[in-house]
C-alpha cells in the first residue's frame, strides 16, 4: 500500500517525510512532523493518531525507541500497523506488525527510517536505505528522501501498480508549520511528479516568498486580548 522514509539533517536539525501508495490523498494521512521534536509516519492500518502523540512522546523527552514501545503497549491494533520515528537525536525506531499486507518491512538507521507493505519485494527498503545513506550530505534533506522514494519505486515500489499514484512531500522549517508540504494525487507519475515539484519550490522567487512567513507574528492574544473577536457577544 505505502512506502515511506521518515529522516533528520544533523546539519541543521530539520526533518522531512517523503511517502508514496497507489491509494489517494497519502498526504493528508501519514507524515507528520514536529520542529526540533521529530518525524513520524503511520501507514498500513493508518491512524494519524498514533503519529501525533508519538511526537508528543518525543516532545516530553522519550527518545524514538521509548516513544515507539509506549505507542504500541496502547495500541490494540497495531498488528496491522507500520509506525516509524526519528527523534532530534537521530534516533529511529519502526515498528511492522505481522497483519500488514503483501511483504512488509522496515529498516532504521541513523537520522532516517524506511517502511513498505504490500511491496514488490526487500530490495525496495534495501534501495531506499542505501540511496539515503549514499546521497550528498550537503542536498537539502527533501532532495535526500525525495531520491529515496524515487529509488524505492524504481526497484518496484508498491506491487499493484508499477507507478505510486499519490506521493507526498513535507519538511520542516523554524516555525511551527511545515517550511514544506507538496502533495500529488491521481497522477499516474506520482513520484516524478513530486520531485518536479520539489524542483519548482527551489526556485529563488520560491524561496523570497516563503521567507516572507518568518516575519510574520509568532505569538497568541492573551485571552483579554482577543483583537474584538467577541466583540458583542453575550
Not at 512506502?3 to 530539520?14: E, H, L, M, T, Y
Amino acid at each position: 500500500m505505502t512506502f515511506s522514509i521518515v529522516a533528520r539533517d544533523p546539519g541543521n536539525g530539520r526533518f522531512a517525510v517523503a511517502v508514496a501508495t497507489f491509494h489517494l490523498a497519502v498526504g493528508a494521512t501519514v507524515p507528520h512532523l514536529r520542529r526540533n521534536i521529530g518525524a513520524a509516519a503511520s501507514q498500513g492500518a493508518t491512524n494519524p493518531y498514533l503519529a501525533h502523540r508519538g511526537l508528543e512522546a518525543l516532545g516530553n523527552g522519550l527518545s524514538a525507541n521509548e516513544a515507539l514501545e509506549w505507542l504500541l503497549k496502547g495500541d490494540e491494533q497495531r498488528n496491522a500497523r507500520q509506525i516509524q520515528l526519528v527523534d532530534a537525536e537521530g534516533r529511529s525506531s519502526a515498528w511492522t506488525g505481522g497483519e500488514c499486507n503483501g511483504f512488509a518491512g522496515h529498516l532504521c538507521g541513523e537520522n532516517f527510517s524506511v517502511a513498505g507493505n504490500w511491496l514488490e519485494n526487500p530490495a525496495v527498503l534495501e534501495a531506499m536505505a542505501e540511496t539515503f545513506r549514499d546521497s550528498n550530505p550537503s542536498w537539502k534533506i527533501g532532495r535526500r528522501v525525495l531520491s529515496a522514494l524515487a529509488a524505492g519505486e524504481a526497484a518496484g515500489g508498491d506491487r499493484r501498480s508499477p507507478m505510486a499514484s499519490s506521493a507526498a512531500l513535507q519538511v520542516s522549517g523554524e516555525l511551527d508549520f511545515p517550511l514544506l508540504d507538496l502533495r500529488v494525487d491521481f497522477n499516474a507519475t506520482a513520484v516524478g511528479e513530486l520531485q518536479h515539484l520539489y524542483e519548482y519550490s527551489q526556485q529563488n522567487w520560491v524561496q523570497h516568498w516563503r521567507d516572507q512567513f518568518a516575519a510574520l507574528p509568532d505569538g497568541r492574544p492573551r485571552p483579554a486580548d482577543d483583537g474584538g473577536l467577541n466583540a458583542g457577544v453575550a
